[in-house]
């Protein structure tokens, strides 16, 4: 009986977490502070039941969280009212992370996935194969709008499709390309995230993201060479691929999606007044809906939202409760007099020089994520702190910066979503993967960050 009271209190939480969202979605386009107050109500009952399923280094690192931000507010004096407002901070951010989801629900529930799977094998069968350059690709395009599901589906495809593959060079392959979209992709979290801090548009840094992505795919092919696990054997299997062809429609219907997709999250983006991270959101709901009833799989799709809704608490606690509780801290930091005393002294420390304010930032975020402190917490502490009119530098650069520091630092921190979901890949320890990423990250950092700080000294930025 217990165990039942469990699951269904679980359930019911994992609801209100797509209750808090729909709330949000609502007060972006009819402002309502009624709304405001509610979702951000929600997210403090969210937080609070999070806290007793966290472990307890979360619940340290959360608890102090709180305690920083209810510091700040008392020093400020503010009311409860803004208090209770600071828990809604980052519902914006907790919405996309869950509703993007949605999108590889309807792709795997349409059978997309599946077909995708067959034309790579049909591929594989004409042109030979190409198990690492195949996979970075794949990775780094179905990332954009699958995010952390792309490296297991990616993985998986490998597995059924390619006959001669290193198992751990190909899944640091496959991590590495993942995190070419983190540069510029409005579909993740950190690129939304940055948006809000500096409240910036994404055609403001979105063209200069991906150009910093061009520099890390190029910079991802001369250090493939460098990969050399300690006991990588060649795995060598029989050919199982199909010989058939794969469903034409459902290629054709994948990709018209896609493209539907990403076309309508920039026209609206420029078309709308609400920032583009709610506006890839409203989409994950909208679209895959209307998709699923163009080819009848409404019901079936409705299925897997509704059990997908209610796992989300028990599978995002973590997430959830580092969103919530650095959302607050922001807040209240905002309210201080803190940005511009650290901007100045970091200004002094670097000797005013903008590149190593740069550099130093994204060394900074590498070794806090080596103590398992959240990109997002980094992010916003960093983006809440900092003046980027103290550094002489614009909003938009801050926020590049920024975006070099998360893609860097989650690339190295055993403690990252991309470095667990790898490890669980190869079946190796995280240490595996930090230690054989290390040459990389030290590189692409130094790199990306000169690319970046070109930008700033030609006057593009």
Not at 103 to 113: C, N, Q, V
Not at 398 to 413: E, G, H, K, M
Not at 421 to 438: E, F, G, H, R, Y
């Amino acid at each position: 009986m217990a165990v039942t009271h469990f699951h269904l209190f679980t359930r019911v939480l994992g609801v209100l977490c797509y209750v808090t969202s729909i709330l949000y979605l609502i007060d972006s386009f009819f402002p309502s502070s009624i709304l405001k107050v509610t979702y951000s109500t929600f997210s403090a009952i969210l937080l609070i039941c999070a806290l007793f399923f966290l472990t307890t280094m979360n619940r340290v690192i959360v608890l102090l969280l709180l305690a920083a931000g209810t510091i700040c507010l008392m020093i400020e004096k503010s009311g409860f009212t803004l208090a209770l407002l600071g828990f809604g901070e980052n519902v914006n951010l907790l919405t996309l992370f869950l509703l993007i989801p949605l999108i590889g629900t309807f792709l795997s529930t349409a059978g997309y996935l599946s077909a995708l799977k067959e034309k790579v094998q049909e591929r594989q069968n004409k042109v030979g194969q190409h198990p690492y350059r195949l996979s970075f690709i794949l990775t780094a395009t179905m990332s954009v709008l699958l995010n952390f599901g792309s490296m297991a589906i990616v993985k998986r495809i490998a597995d059924e499709s390619f006959s001669s593959y290193r198992n751990q060079a190909l899944t640091l392959t496959i991590m590495r390309g993942f995190a070419t979209s983190m540069l510029w992709s409005p579909y993740f979290v950190n690129v939304g995230l940055v948006l809000v801090l500096f409240d910036v548009a994404w055609f403001d840094i979105g063209g200069y993201g991906l150009i910093l992505a061009c520099f890390y795919i190029g910079f991802c092919i001369i250090m493939f060479k460098k990969i050399s696990f300690q006991h990588d054997p060649l795995i060598e299997k029989v050919d199982q691929t199909p010989k058939g062809h794969s469903n034409q429609s459902s290629i054709r219907g994948f990709v018209t999606f896609c493209a539907i997709l990403i076309i309508l999250s920039f026209l609206l983006d420029f078309l709308l007044h609400v920032r583009m991270l709610t506006v890839v959101s409203l989409l994950a709901i909208v679209l895959p809906i209307c998709f699923a009833m163009m080819t009848n799989n409404l019901k079936t799709f409705i299925q897997d939202v509704s059990e997908q809704v209610q796992t989300a608490f028990i599978k995002l606690k973590n997430e959830l409760a580092v969103f919530i509780s650095a959302g607050f801290l922001g807040m209240a930091m905002s309210l201080t007099d803190i940005g511009n005393f650290l901007s100045k002294v970091l200004f002094q420390a670097s000797f005013g020089s903008v590149f190593f304010i740069s550099l130093f930032l994204v060394i900074l975020a590498t070794l806090l994520a080596q103590i398992g402190i959240h990109p997002v917490i980094i992010v916003i502490g960093i983006g809440s702190a900092l003046s980027p009119d103290q550094f002489g530098v614009s909003p938009e650069y801050l926020a590049l910066v920024l975006l070099i520091a998360w893609t860097v630092s989650t690339q190295l921190s055993p403690f990252s979503g991309q470095v667990l979901m790898a490890a669980k890949l190869m079946d190796k320890p995280t240490s595996v993967i930090v230690k054989q990423n290390l040459l990389f990250v030290s590189m692409i950092g130094l790199t990306l960050t000169a690319v970046l700080y070109s930008f700033y000294v030609f006057g593009w930025l």
